[in-house]
């Protein structure tokens, strides 16, 4: 893959085999993430999405390839240097995955309060700003993650991604589970966070309109592999029988027809 | 750390602070310790300009920390600037200058109201927990009354699937365990009834003692501990994932469908539980008395039929199902007690395993009791 005036490649993964047992579930994956932009990741469901996302963060063995991020293998580094390279990504796993029986507070300063040693009063002070960049309040800092709708506990999840102001963000379908206006703020939100922040975004998603309005570049998975990278309207001209299926099926064409004005924010 | 991120100079009237480095998440600690001495040692400064221009890096950190500087002067009536910021910068702290963030401390109530609040939850607890259990039963009850009515409904799969779980697979583990019980027993017995020529009453104690109360508290503690406690997880983690709402929207009982299978498993498992802790027990107790105690195996059995009768046996078998019944019901209410979090599930589970045993015991007293005023 070449790098093509995209700028210094974040994640690299190459030649990557997961399976289990005797199912392969990624065979020979080829990826490149660059610095900035946001990858919409998509394939069908049980295609291995998250198990790629998973894998590149470590928390899945592979069979063969190599991942790098930031030029670092995170799993053949020591630990101080996997370490650091954990600090500087972020991850919103699918079902958020908040520590149940901690607040809200603590779940968004978990994180900084094992890595900086700040004053109390700066935590909570930087706990309600990031609470306040995800569109939220400081109501809810005292609540149960059990407390939450599925959209906050989306939005808190993320502000906990974005706690130790990382470089890379992971998200796993991060509107999946949102009504469409929901979906929408949300999608906007990344976007305007990814600006402000410089973030580099890889999400895996389904959704559509996420792809039209937020992603600068998609990566398409099938059959095992990266069948194909580029932008939306590459995806588009491709005649690729999986790509036609999946940006010309009925679904798409409504996205395709009323795409969300690209610099909405929102709350 | 070496670095400096802030200096401070005053010229005029003015003061001037000049941002260094990186102003990032690592070095948080270090700017917040600089900005606050800065703006103490200048208290009096009436304008204060404020030069980003040399800031390599910031994140919403620093941004942060730039910003509650910047409102503590202006709460001042100081007149605050910030020159040269980065044009790469200007997003974030516009995004952070719209943040309404005061410190909202976590709520924490007084000591001695803590304290009285806490004696006066875990009584209502208590209280709550008589209730619970009650309405188990009932429910419990109520369900097996609608199956006596439709006996289609019940859930036979089920019921063989906990059964496998808490008596079959339990087997090994509880013959291991009373068969090491009985030979202490048998052992302890010898040991001191040698002192007076009487080792042969040894039978008489261990076949009585394991017969009556050893066998059957043993196993219904064992069940608590193994299966008690998986009733809890399961039902606790189901409730946690919604599992359980979700078969009330479908038109099921969720007592019917969980708890009925379960407690009616244990009701049957106990008992034939109890009867091969019993055998195995006599058997330990047996062999002990054989080796270390020189008592044949044909004078332990014939000593045996005198010792105990069929009375001895059933009373350690009535108690049984009892038993089980109390495990199963505790273990189901903690289950169905268990809120969102995972410590809560861990709380319950305790709790269902602590007071179960503690329940176990209480009941054999009372059945002890019962049996002594029949003369059984
Ligand atoms: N821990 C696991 N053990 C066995 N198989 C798994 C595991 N995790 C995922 N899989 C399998 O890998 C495939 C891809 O799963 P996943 O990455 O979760 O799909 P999706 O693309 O929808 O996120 C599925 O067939 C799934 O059954
Ligand atoms: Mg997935």
């Known amino acids: 893959m070449a790098t093509d005036g995209h700028g210094e490649v974040v994640i690299a993964v190459r030649g990557l085999t997961v399976g289990f047992g005797d199912h392969i579930v990624l065979d020979a994956v080829d990826l490149d993430v660059y610095r900035g932009e946001v990858l919409g990741f998509v394939g069908g469901s049980g295609a291995g999405k998250s198990v790629l996302l998973r894998t590149i963060i470590g928390l899945l063995p592979r069979r063969a390839g190599t991942v790098r991020v930031f030029g670092v293998d995170p799993v053949a580094a020591d630990q101080a240097t996997r370490r650091a390279v954990e600090r500087r990504w972020g991850v919103l796993f699918q079902q958020g995955a908040l520590f149940s029986s901690l607040t809200v507070r603590e779940n968004l300063q978990f994180p900084v309060r094992e890595n900086l040693r700040l004053s109390p009063r700066l935590m909570d002070e930087l706990a309600v700003a990031k609470l306040q960049m995800v569109g939220l309040d400081a109501s809810v800092l005292d609540k149960f993650p059990s407390e939450l709708s599925g959209g906050m506990t989306k939005r808190v999840a993320l502000a906990r991604a974005l706690a130790l102001d990382p470089e890379i963000v992971f998200l796993d379908e991060p509107t999946s589970g949102l009504d469409p206006i929901g979906a929408a703020d949300f999608d906007a939100l990344i976007a305007t966070l990814q600006r402000t922040l410089g973030l580099t975004v890889f999400m895996v998603t389904h959704d559509l309109d996420s792809l039209y309005t937020v992603c600068d570049r998609i990566a398409v998975l099938a059959d095992r592999k990266v069948i194909a990278t580029g932008t939306m309207a590459s995806m588009l001209a491709s005649d690729h029988p999986w790509l036609r299926a999946y940006f010309h099926g009925k679904r798409s064409r409504a996205a395709a027809s009323a795409p969300a004005p690209p610099t909405v924010v929102q709350e | ?69 910047v409102r503590g002067l202006a709460a001042r009536g100081a007149a605050a600037e910030i020159v040269g910021l980065k044009e790469e910068h200007r997003a974030l702290i516009e995004v952070v200058h719209a943040v309404s963030a005061e410190r909202v401390r976590a709520p924490r109530g007084g000591r001695l109201a803590e304290a009285l609040a806490a004696i006066g939850a875990s009584i209502a607890a208590v209280g709550g927990y008589v209730g619970n259990f009650v309405a188990m039963l009932g429910a419990f009850m109520a369900a097996l009354a609608r199956l006596a009515v439709h006996p289609r409904a019940f859930r036979f799969t089920a019921t063989v699937h906990q059964l496998d779980n808490v008596a079959w697979r339990a087997v090994p583990i509880i013959l291991l365990i009373t068969f090491l019980i009985g030979c202490i027993v048998a052992q302890q017995g010898i040991f001191h009834f040698r002192k007076f020529g009487a080792e042969i009453y040894v039978v008489d104690m261990v076949g009585i003692l394991v017969l009556r109360e050893i066998g059957v508290l043993i196993v219904s503690i064992m069940v608590a501990g193994r299966s008690g406690s998986a009733y809890t997880a399961e039902l606790g983690t189901m409730k946690m994932r919604e599992e359980i709402d979700a078969l009330r929207t479908m038109g099921f009982e969720p007592i019917e469908v969980l708890v009925v299978p379960r407690i009616v498993a244990l009701v049957i498992g106990v008992p034939i539980l109890t009867f091969l802790g019993s055998m195995a027990a006599l058997y330990g107790g047996g062999l002990v008395a054989w080796l270390y105690g020189g008592i044949a195996p044909d004078i332990f059995l014939s000593r045996l039929r005198e010792a105990i009768t069929l009375e001895t046996f059933e009373v350690g078998m009535i108690k049984a199902p009892f038993m089980a019944l109390v495990i199963g019901v505790v273990a189901c209410v903690a289950g169905l007690n268990v809120k969102g979090s995972a410590e809560s599930l861990g709380l319950q589970t305790t709790a269902s395993v602590v007071e179960s045993i503690f329940l176990v015991i209480v009941l054999d007293g009372l059945f002890a009791i019962f049996f002594a005023s029949i003369g059984m």
């Open chain 2, 1 to 69: 750390m070496a670095e400096v991120l802030l200096t401070a100079a005053v010229q005029g009237a003015e003061l001037r602070l000049a941002g260094a480095g990186a102003w990032v998440a690592h070095n948080a600690r270090q700017l917040e310790a600089e900005i606050e001495e800065a703006a103490r040692r200048y208290r009096a400064a009436g304008r204060v300009a404020i030069d980003m221009g040399r800031v390599e890096r910031l994140d919403t950190f620093g941004a942060w920390l730039l910003e509650r500087l």
